[in-house]
């Protein structure tokens, strides 16, 4: 296991989340199988640039601060830390959030297959108030960026992986490309996500015989500040998947684009909400909150999808997924190649 070679990749955007970056990238410099190196990308904050590469200028290689080289936005500043990687695995971290001891350890075990092409993990909220909103579902814990109910435990084959908490065999991206970019999150715009989702299926589509995997060993702790645990956020946040939804299923088809979804929406909420009302009978805090937010949730994301479903056939908004371009003598970013694949879709912030 002491061969296996990891680059992580942090993104940041604002310097609001300071002190979190910093825990970041302290957790990763704990952890139990070292990192080859820590790659912290910087989304178009001049301030930020500078202010992290002074922090880390002593770090040498181990940490080292890149400015985002496409458009700004995630997918771009995911990409710019793939093209600057040197390790044969890459593995993604929020910038909000910390790893556990052993998270690129357990990652590192689920790549002994040479078909493991992902291999994502666990994340647990940590709520700025200390614990969880009565009225918040489980099953809804991806609206804060978290692993939800419904996922099954232990290391299993999924779909796709939680881009927040995950990895990827650096020849994935060559296979399939980067990361999309006019899809996901755009700074402070709206909450949209999937651009892994959109990614894990065009990598199954180039690859067929790739095995992508959830260990729920490999746990980080994300934190939910005191905005997220509110309804109006949680309403917002399902609207723009919906809309987000809408933009994969026109790059990848209905069919692969929802299957999992569809799994979801009619197995887990269901169960769910009959767990809601029946807390609230026999008088348990929240139950009928958490049941009426369920409803609340699937009726907010499918009014997205369906925005967005009409918004792509009338030539909405675009993203572009292309290959990764090397960046040269890995010194430094360097101009993003040019998308070689560009698609219209519907969901524009």
């Not at 290959?323 to 219209?344: C, K, N, Q, S």
């Amino acid at each position: 296991m002491s061969d296996r070679r990891f680059s992580v990749v942090i993104c940041a955007y604002t310097e609001d989340r300071w002190t979190d970056i910093l825990a970041a990238v302290d957790s990763v410099r704990r952890q139990s199988l070292p990192a080859l190196e820590t790659l912290l990308v910087v989304d178009h904050n001049a301030a930020l640039l500078e202010r992290l590469g002074t922090q880390y200028k002593e770090a040498g290689e181990e940490v080292r601060v890149l400015a985002n080289a496409g458009p700004r936005g995630l997918s771009a500043g995911r990409n710019t830390g793939i093209a600057a990687a040197h390790g044969e695995f890459v593995a993604f971290l929020d910038d909000d959030a910390v790893a556990e001891r052993d998270w690129l350890r357990y990652f590192a075990e689920g790549y002994d297959d040479g078909r493991v092409m992902a291999v994502g993990g666990r994340t647990l909220p940590a709520w700025a108030s200390g614990r969880r909103p009565a009225w918040f579902p489980e099953e809804f814990d991806w609206v804060v960026g978290c692993t939800y109910r419904g996922l099954p435990p232990g290391r299993v084959r999924v779909r796709n992986v939680l881009g927040g908490n995950a990895s990827f065999r650096r020849s994935a991206f060559d296979a399939s490309g980067g990361f999309a970019t006019g899809i996901g999150r755009d700074g402070d715009k709206r909450p949209l996500g999937c651009e892994e989702t959109e990614l894990c299926i065009r990598l199954a589509t180039a690859l067929p015989d790739a095995v992508l995997l959830i260990d729920d060993r490999a746990v980080i702790h994300h934190k939910v500040p005191a905005i997220r645990e509110r309804f109006g956020y949680f309403r917002t946040r399902a609207y723009a998947e919906g809309l987000s939804k809408a933009l994969v299923a026109r790059s990848v088809g209905a069919g692969k684009g929802l299957e999992s979804e569809r799994r979801y929406t009619t197995r887990v909420l269901p169960s769910g909400v009959v767990r809601g009302l029946r807390d609230a009978l026999l008088r348990r805090p929240g139950g009928a909150g958490r049941a009426g937010a369920i409803v609340a949730g699937v009726a907010a994301a499918a009014g997205g999808y369906a925005v967005g479903s009409v918004r792509a056939r009338g030539g909405g908004a675009r993203f572009s997924s292309g290959p990764i371009a090397p960046l040269g003598d890995r010194a430094g970013p360097a101009p993003a190649r040019v998308p070689v694949r560009v698609l219209e879709g519907g969901a524009s912030g």
